[in-house]
Structures are given as C-alpha cells and as structure tokens.
C-alpha cells in the first residue's frame, strides 16, 4: 500500500523559508513523477511544483523562489521554499503518480505552511 507521509510545515514570517519533504513507501517511486499541490482557504488545489526523472516545472507564481528535488535512493521529493509571501498560505499535499500506461495517484495528507505579513 503506498503512503505519503509529509514534514516541514509550519508559521513563518514573510521573506522567510520552509523545507517540506514527503517520504513514500510501499512501491518503487524512482521513475514516477513526484509533485507538490497546495490549497488555499476557498480556492482549488493547484499544481506547485513536480519533477519526473530528468525535468522539473513550476508554477509561475513560484518560479524563482521554490525548488523541488527528490532522493531516489530515500524515496522522498522536497520542496525548498524560499522568499515565502503571504499569498503561499495554503495546505500543501505531496503527490505521486505511478505507473505508465494506467496512471494511479496518490496524495499525503497535507501540511499547514502559513506566512504571516
């Protein structure tokens, strides 16, 4: 059974940084793509950021201030945040997709990052 266990969440201050990390268990994840997806209160959860095994994208709101990176080897994807606003205050969900022909998602539960102005 795969399970996406996220960390790193938190309260910080605007201008600040987060590291989230996602651990993943339960099936080889190294050729899978591996993202990150946040909610904000009242809004629909958007892509944030994903990596496959040779390409990464953003999205625009991010580019510049968040990296993503996985360890194959730990089967854990981060996401380094830096120059964090306000406007980043949401849920963020880690998210895996295996398989090739007939894709299957999975998401963690979801940790609380808040930016205070």
């Known amino acids: 059974q795969v399970q996406l266990v996220e960390s790193g969440g938190g309260l910080v201050q605007a201008g600040g940084s987060l590291r989230l990390s996602c651990a993943a268990s339960?099936?080889?994840?190294?050729?899978?793509?591996m993202g990150w997806y946040r909610q904000a209160a009242g809004k629909q959860r958007e892509l944030v950021a994903r990596i496959s095994t040779d390409s990464t994208n953003y999205a625009d709101s991010v580019k510049g201030r968040f990296t993503i990176s996985r360890d194959n080897a730990k089967n854990t994807v981060f996401l380094q945040m830096n120059n964090l606003k306000p406007e980043d205050t949401a849920v963020y969900y880690c998210?895996?997709?295996?398989?090739?022909?007939?894709?299957?998602?999975?998401w963690g539960q979801g940790t609380q990052v808040t930016v205070s102005s």
């Open positions: 339960g099936s080889r994840f190294s050729n899978s793509y």
């Open positions: 998210n895996v997709v295996l398989g090739t022909i007939i894709k299957t998602e999975y």
